[in-house]
Structures are given as structure tokens and as C-alpha cells.
T-cell receptor, first 113, second 111 residues
Framework: EPEVTQTPSHQVTQMGQEVILRCVPISNHLYFYWYRQILGQKVEFLVSFYNNEISEKSEIFDDQFSVERPDGSNFTLKIRSTKLEDSAMYFC???????????FGPGTRLTVL | EDQVTQSPEALRLQEGESSSLNCSYTVSGLRGLFWYRQDPGKGPEFLFTLYSAGEEKEKERLKATLTKKESFLHITAPKPEDSATYLCAVQAASGTYKYIFGTGTRLKVLA
């Protein structure tokens, strides 16, 4: 069964460093998303991406964040200068259509020291 | 503001003891309501999509129902392997892509 994959599973970084989180969405899906979940809190929407551009972003997704689909299979989330409060589980998701169910990857646990 | 509230926060059941989880929502027009299962340290695993009031979906011991204000996830004769956090999410009809999640119900089924 096709699934969303994410790497790395755990990333530890120093405050102020740049990190890139990688995702491979399900191959015939057209819509891609990033969510995050701070420990013990809700899953929160960050950004959606379709047709090589951002279609929607939340207030969390400020200028420190960017997304890219560099090669037709990978989908990346970059945080330019990490802060302590960026520590969270980051989930990539994909869907076939805009209103179809979103399928989530296993997540990347980001720890900012 | 669009909002999703789940109750109870946590639930302990004996194996075979049926129960229901609740998801109440306020949204400016509902596009879809989604149930997910999340195991510790893992990503949400899709269970069901419900689109309109009166709709029901079933899968093994789970049954999801939808009204205009809430959804229920009924668990019939649960087993220990059903232990997980169950998440509810809604997508508004306002042209948005995002899912709004509740905080989830942590279910523990004891053998």
C-alpha cells in the first residue's frame, strides 16, 4: 500500500541553525501539506502546496519557513533560523484531490537546543 | 472561529466494553469530517471520511456517524490493540485546504 515517507525521523539542531525536513508524498497525489504537533498539543496546519506553489498558509508559517518540491517526488520544509519553540513533530501529508482525505507520514521529531 | 472539541480526553475500557467518542465542531460550512488513529510517536492514520449529516461509515469494530454539530466514533467490543489516540479533523467549505484538528481522545483498552 502506498504511503508517505519522511526523513529524518529525528533531527536535533542548535537554535539559529537551518533545517530541512524531507517528505516523499504518495506518487499520484497532487496536494501536499505540512502540519506540526507540539508535544501534548493539537496537530496544527502549516502550509498547503499545489501546482508548484503555496495555496494556503497559517499564521505560524512566517518568513522563516519555506517549502519546495525540488524534483517531482520530494517535498521539503525548510526552517531558516530555528527557535526553541520550533521543537515539535512535523508531519507531511498528501491527498489526491483538494477535498480528498489527507494521508500522513510518520513524522520528523525536531528538537531545537 | 472554526473549532473542534473532542471528549472525553481519555478513556479506559475493559476488553469487550463498548463505548463512544465524541467530536463536536463549529465551522462555517462543513466540507468533510475525518477520523484518524494516532499511535504514540507516529503519524495520524486515516480511518473515515464523513461528508453529510446522517452518514455512517464502518470498519471492523469502529463505526463513525455524523450530525450537523457532532460526530461519534463508536467502538464495539474493543481489543487491547485498539488502544491509541483518536483524532477528529474538519475541513471547512470556505475553500480552505487545511484540516482543523481536535486534541484527541486517548483510549486505553485493558485485557
Amino acid at each position: 500500500e502506498p504511503e508517505v515517507t519522511q526523513t529524518p525521523s529525528h533531527q536535533v539542531t542548535q537554535m539559529g541553525q537551518e533545517v530541512i525536513l524531507r517528505c516523499v508524498p504518495i506518487s499520484n497525489h497532487l496536494y501536499f501539506y505540512w502540519y506540526r504537533q507540539i508535544l501534548g498539543q493539537k496537530v496544527e496546519f502549516l502550509v498547503s502546496f499545489y501546482n508548484n506553489e503555496i495555496s494556503e498558509k497559517s499564521e505560524i508559517f512566517d518568513d522563516q519557513f519555506s517549502v519546495e518540491r525540488p524534483d517531482g517526488s520530494n517535498f521539503t520544509l525548510k526552517i531558516r533560523s530555528t527557535k526553541l519553540e520550533d521543537s515539535a513533530m512535523y508531519f507531511c501529508a498528501s491527498s489526491q484531490g483538494r477535498y480528498n482525505e489527507q494521508f500522513f507520514g510518520p513524522g520528523t521529531r525536531l528538537t531545537v537546543l | 472561529e472554526d473549532q473542534v472539541t473532542q471528549s472525553p480526553e481519555a478513556l479506559r475500557l475493559q476488553e469487550g466494553e463498548s463505548s463512544s467518542l465524541n467530536c463536536s465542531y463549529t465551522v462555517s460550512g462543513l466540507r468533510g469530517l475525518f477520523w484518524y488513529r494516532q499511535d504514540p510517536g507516529k503519524g495520524p492514520e486515516f480511518l473515515f471520511t464523513l461528508y453529510s449529516a446522517g452518514e455512517e461509515k464502518e470498519k471492523e469494530r469502529l463505526k463513525a456517524t455524523l450530525t450537523k454539530k457532532e460526530s461519534f466514533l463508536h467502538i464495539t467490543a474493543p481489543k487491547p490493540e485498539d488502544s491509541a489516540t483518536y483524532l477528529c479533523a474538519v475541513q471547512a467549505a470556505s475553500g480552505t485546504y487545511k484540516y482543523i484538528f481536535g486534541t484527541g481522545t486517548r483510549l486505553k483498552v485493558l485485557a
